[in-house]
């Protein structure tokens, strides 16, 4: 029986990822090793006893008398914090989801990866924080590492085959999030709940923010680059509002592979899942009689600054992914806390990246995931006090 680890097993993925255990046998099928989650120890209790998991894990010490209380009785481990988390990722597993939302998810994966097994990578920001780092990591061990995004799932079928070599460009596309429509000029008023009413994606709140803001597709080309391989030069992106491309690669020969699909994510993840094998998945048939059209528009970078980052960061590569992503998130936070508006977010982090730049170590390649974690950390202090200069101009 496959032995199976799911970190963030609460969230979007980590939920979808389990309903598609459920329709593929339970815990008949599968023997769940290790499900963790943030602070929410009711629903975990609840899915380590369907399950039947070895242990269940929150991130938060303080949560940890209510996850022994609701396991009582079940002979269920329960353990808290970031220590457990990583024991937890010590007990072997062949497949493991990386789930966790940010920069937090880099550590437990990474740490998974000494199995030589799979780890299905949801945590894009793993990729984007110490992509050579992983990528060796698994390498070193024998393990291999699925993509889950949809995009990247979408570039690896469209490979499946194919010599390397004779790629030209990688096109990923972007919904452009629920803003997507409205004028450059309001963007800078769009409020948390505008923001969230993504159109196509039903996906956890702070992907679905970044998806509007673009700094979801911003980390997704970095992602892209690291995991293909590919130059930055060699990765277009382009706003499709219907979703249903996927993402395309281009060959030499003029040839375009589009992977198209429902917006469902549990496509990808049971991709992953199923693995070289395709089953049965529930996502919706796409019917082109009944399509409509599928249309496209540039990806303006003046609209996304977050792009233009992006680029910013693939040339200056080292540890400045982590520092991106770093700032990102605590922009992030402050918008979602009401601090900081929508279109302040890509100034914090851009002040960030220009201060860190300053002071010198930002193109440094990490030589351990303490160099990344140590960037993380600067990152977001120099962050928070940007974001607070940035709420103190906008309250004058
Ligand atoms: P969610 O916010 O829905 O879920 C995040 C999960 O991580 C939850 O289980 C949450 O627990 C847990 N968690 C939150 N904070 C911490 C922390 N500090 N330490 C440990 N665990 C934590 O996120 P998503 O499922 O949407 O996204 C997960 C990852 O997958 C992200 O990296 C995202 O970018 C990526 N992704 C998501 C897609 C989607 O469709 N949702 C698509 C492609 C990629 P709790 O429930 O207790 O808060």
């Given at each position: 029986?496959?032995?199976?680890?799911?970190?963030g097993a609460?969230?979007?993925?980590?939920?979808?990822t389990?309903?598609?255990?459920?329709?593929?046998?339970?815990?008949?099928?599968?023997?769940?090793?290790?499900?963790?989650a943030g602070?929410?120890?009711?629903?975990?209790?609840a899915?380590?006893?369907?399950?039947?998991?070895?242990?269940?894990?929150?991130?938060?010490?303080?949560?940890?008398?209510?996850?022994?209380?609701?396991?009582?009785?079940?002979?269920?481990?329960?353990?808290?914090?970031?220590?457990?988390?990583?024991?937890?990722?010590?007990?072997?597993?062949?497949?493991?989801?990386?789930?966790?939302?940010?920069?937090?998810?880099?550590?437990p994966?990474?740490?998974?990866?000494?199995?030589?097994?799979?780890?299905?990578?949801?945590?894009?920001?793993?990729l984007?924080?110490?992509?050579?780092?992983?990528?060796?990591?698994?390498?070193?061990?024998?393990?291999?590492?699925?993509p889950?995004?949809?995009?990247?799932?979408?570039?690896?079928?469209?490979?499946?085959?194919?010599?390397?070599?004779?790629?030209?460009?990688?096109?990923?596309?972007?919904?452009?999030?629920?803003?997507?429509?409205?004028?450059?000029e309001?963007?800078?008023?769009?409020?948390?709940?505008?923001?969230?009413?993504?159109?196509?994606w039903?996906?956890?709140?702070?992907?679905?923010?970044?998806?509007?803001?673009?700094?979801?597709?911003?980390?997704?080309?970095?992602?892209?680059?690291?995991?293909?391989?590919?130059?930055?030069?060699?990765?277009?992106?382009?706003?499709?509002?219907?979703?249903?491309?996927?993402?395309?690669?281009?060959?030499?020969?003029?040839?375009?592979?589009?992977?198209?699909?429902?917006?469902?994510?549990?496509?990808?993840?049971?991709?992953?899942?199923?693995?070289?094998?395709?089953?049965?998945?529930?996502?919706?048939?796409?019917?082109?009689?009944?399509?409509?059209?599928?249309?496209?528009r540039?990806?303006?970078?003046?609209?996304?600054?977050?792009?233009?980052?992006?680029?910013?960061?693939?040339?200056?590569?080292?540890?400045?992914?982590?520092?991106f992503?770093a700032?990102?998130?605590?922009?992030?936070?402050?918008?979602?806390g009401?601090?900081?508006?929508?279109?302040?977010?890509?100034?914090?982090?851009?002040?960030?990246?220009?201060?860190?730049?300053?002071?010198?170590?930002?193109?440094?390649?990490a030589?351990?995931l303490?160099?990344?974690?140590?960037?993380?950390?600067?990152?977001?202090?120099?962050?928070?006090?940007?974001?607070?200069?940035?709420?103190?101009?906008?309250?004058?």
């Open positions: 029986m496959r032995r199976i680890s799911i970190f609460t969230g979007s993925i980590g939920l979808q389990l309903d598609l255990m459920r329709r593929q046998g339970g815990p008949a099928a599968f023997h769940t090793v290790a499900l963790t602070r929410n120890v009711a629903e975990l209790a899915l380590a006893r369907e399950f039947r998991a070895e242990i269940a894990v929150t991130a938060d010490e303080t949560c940890l008398p209510a996850l022994r209380a609701a396991l009582a009785g079940s002979g269920i481990e329960a353990a808290a914090g970031a220590g457990a988390l990583l024991e937890a990722a010590d007990r072997p597993a062949d497949w493991i989801m990386s789930a966790i939302v940010g920069a937090a998810g880099l550590a994966g990474f740490r998974a990866l000494r199995h030589g097994g799979t780890l299905a990578l949801a945590n894009k920001e793993s984007v924080t110490a992509g050579p780092l992983l990528l060796a990591e698994a390498a070193r061990h024998g393990a291999r590492i699925l889950v995004d949809s995009e990247h799932s979408a570039i690896f079928q469209a490979l499946v085959g194919e010599d390397i070599t004779a790629l030209e460009r990688i096109i990923l596309t972007a919904s452009g999030g629920a803003l997507r429509d409205w004028p450059l309001r963007l800078a008023t769009a409020t948390v709940s505008e923001a969230l009413a993504h159109p196509n039903s996906m956890g709140q702070r992907i679905t923010i970044d998806s509007a803001s673009m700094f979801n597709k911003a980390l997704e080309v970095i992602e892209t680059r690291e995991y293909f391989g590919v130059e930055p030069g060699q990765i277009e992106v382009i706003v499709h509002p219907e979703s249903l491309i996927h993402s395309m690669v281009a060959f030499r020969d003029g040839a375009i592979m589009a992977h198209l699909g429902a917006p469902d994510m549990r496509h990808a993840i049971g991709y992953a899942l199923n693995w070289p094998q395709r089953a049965e998945l529930p996502v919706a048939r796409l019917d082109f009689t009944t399509l409509g059209s599928l249309t496209f540039p990806a303006c970078e003046t609209r996304y600054p977050a792009l233009r980052l992006a680029r910013e960061v693939m040339a200056t590569r080292g540890l400045s992914g982590a520092a992503n700032a990102k998130e605590i922009a992030l936070d402050h918008f979602i009401g601090s900081l508006g929508f279109a302040d977010m890509a100034g914090v982090v851009e002040a960030t990246l220009a201060v860190l730049s300053g002071q010198g170590g930002l193109g440094n390649a030589k351990a303490d160099d990344v974690l140590a960037m993380d950390v600067g990152a977001r202090i120099e962050a928070a006090r940007q974001a607070t200069a940035f709420a103190t101009r906008r309250a004058g």
